[in-house]
């Protein structure tokens, strides 16, 4: 469960520094700043796409390794709409936020 409080971590972090790069770049109305705040979504979403993939394939390991009576604990699912589709479309919107941020700060 490490990767999933390093995961956590990560994307906390990175949403922290866009939502303070998009601050930033209102106040200086520096358009590069932009690039930036994209860059950072990008690698964001990067770091997260490992991630998960990392955690399914440690958990297909796990499922290997453990008592048959103790494979339910990999079924539970939390219904709703998944943690993985609600992280996507945050970075989309991000992504967007960052062209609307470039689009505004470059025709002012």
Do not use: C
Request: glycine share 6%; charged share 15%; proline share 4%.
């Amino acid at each position: 469960m490490h990767q999933d409080t390093i995961t956590w971590t990560s994307l906390s972090l990175f949403l922290t520094g866009d939502i303070i790069l998009i601050g930033l770049a209102y106040q200086v109305r520096v358009p590069g700043i932009a690039f930036l705040g994209l860059f950072m979504t990008g690698a964001s979403f990067l770091i997260f796409v490992r991630s998960a993939l990392y955690q399914e394939e440690y958990f297909d390991l796990a499922k290997e390794r453990v008592h048959d009576d103790d494979l339910p604990i990999f079924k539970v699912k939390v219904p709703g709409v998944p943690t993985y589709v609600v992280l996507v479309a945050l970075h989309v919107f991000l992504a967007l936020i960052w062209i609307a941020v470039y689009n505004f700060l470059a025709g002012s």
